[in-house]
Structure formats: structure tokens, C-alpha cells
């Protein structure tokens, strides 16, 4: 979770109660899948750098979160509210200090959980894991939320460094059905506050359909699925 990401959060504070569908659930369901022992390894020792990583982020000691990086000068960091990823060290340095010399938290927790994590060599991992935030930015109420991420480490002196990260959120329909099930609205304004933001969704992601779809969806209305 960044200290950006509030102008993201306050967007989302209070969202629908009219149902959506539910196509993730209905194609894939949270089963536990079966995993090789050295991947069980792998997670434990990845879990524990999360431990860590937790600390010194929770702790705003920055130096010490870079220094949980792996130090070839071109980390990768994929955060969701900046529309870019950003490359370098020196674009990791202004990510985590945006505005020199201004407090701009008050206080942040995230807690990671449900990580998974695999080799692509021997020093290389990949791990996806969640994060689930409370933060306070200054003058401002707190807010709390939670995200999807994957990223890759990177072994040096015997210990795993992050390289590359990248936050996956869900699509604001699916995002804000979730949020609709842990928070309903209690009253008539609530419910109507979430109907509006479900016919605001729709539109938005109607208006986003590219030029010429329905061509594209003429000319191959006859596919059927190869499995």
C-alpha cells in the first residue's frame, strides 16, 4: 500500500448494493491446489521476508525498504494508481518520497497473507501473495482496503531481495461486488448511494468498448470455444 494510492481509496469509500455478476466465481472457485515440497519451502522463507518487510514499511524506515531490494539499479515497481510502471532506482526513490521534506502519513499498516511461491531458478522466485492495508494520510480520515500482488525475488548472499512488483487489483465491478458483500448498505440512502454507483460503473466501462467491437463481434459470431 503507497501513500499515493489514497487519492485511488477515497474514490471507493461506500459502493454498491444492486447485484453484479459474479463471473469470477462462477469459473473458478478458492480450492486449495496441491503444493511440491520445495515450493512449500520456498513460500515459508518468502513469508518470512514479507514478516520484515511489513516492519520497516509499517515503520516509514524507507532506507531500510530499499534496502529489501535487489540492488542492480533497475527495480521494477507496478503500483496501481500511477498509470506507468516505474523503472530505476531513482523513480523507486521518488515513489517513496514523493513530496521531499512533507510528512505526508500518519500511519500505514499492511499485513500480507495467502502467499504462493515458485522457482524460475535457483535464485530466482516468483510469489504472489495479498496485502491488506489501514492507513492515515495527514488531514485526512483513515481508510482501509486491500489488493493482489505479484512479484519477483531475487537471491543475493543467500537472501531473497525483491526486483520487480507489481499490485493487481480487481476490475472496479468485481472489486466493488466484494465490497458490497462485506459492507451492505443499511439504508434507503445507502442503497440508493449503491445503485447510482452501479449505473456509473456500467456506463464507464460501456463508454470504454473500442470502435468497432461490434464488427468484431459479427464477424465471428459462429466461433465456438477449442478446448
Not at 474514490?11 to 515450493?39: F, K, R, S
Not at 507489481?166 to 442503497?191: I, L, N, S
Amino acid at each position: 500500500m503507497s501513500v499515493i494510492k489514497m487519492h485511488l481509496l477515497v474514490l471507493l469509500p461506500g459502493v454498491l448494493l444492486a447485484p453484479l455478476p459474479a463471473m469470477a466465481d462462477y469459473h473458478y472457485q478458492n480450492t486449495e491446489d496441491a503444493i511440491a515440497a520445495d515450493e512449500e519451502k520456498l513460500t515459508v522463507e518468502i513469508s518470512a521476508f514479507l514478516v520484515d518487510y511489513a516492519e520497516v514499511y509499517n515503520n516509514q524506515d524507507y532506507r531500510a525498504v530499499k534496502n529489501m531490494w535487489y540492488d542492480d539499479g533497475n527495480p521494477i515497481y507496478m503500483a496501481e494508481e500511477v498509470p506507468f510502471p516505474l523503472y530505476g532506482r531513482q523513480r523507486l526513490d521518488n515513489y517513496f518520497n514523493p513530496v521531499p521534506g512533507k510528512k505526508i502519513l500518519e500511519g500505514i499498516d499492511n499485513r500480507y497473507s495467502k502467499v504462493r511461491a515458485k522457482y524460475l531458478t535457483p535464485e530466482i522466485a516468483v510469489a504472489t501473495y495479498r496485502i491488506d492495508y489501514d492507513i492515515k494520510l495527514v488531514n485526512m480520515e483513515p481508510m482501509g482496503g486491500w489488493d493482489r500482488i505479484m512479484a519477483v525475488f531475487r537471491k543475493a548472499d543467500g537472501k531473497w531481495k525483491l526486483t520487480a512488483y507489481a499490485e493487481a487489483p480487481m476490475g472496479p465491478m468485481t472489486m466493488v461486488r466484494k465490497q458490497m458483500k462485506a459492507t451492505p448498505a443499511q439504508t434507503d440512502a445507502e442503497k440508493a448511494d449503491y445503485e447510482m454507483t452501479t449505473k456509473i460503473l456500467k456506463k464507464l466501462s460501456a463508454a470504454q468498448v473500442s470502435e468497432g467491437f461490434d464488427k468484431f463481434l459479427v464477424e465471428r459470431k459462429d466461433l465456438e470455444p477449442i478446448h
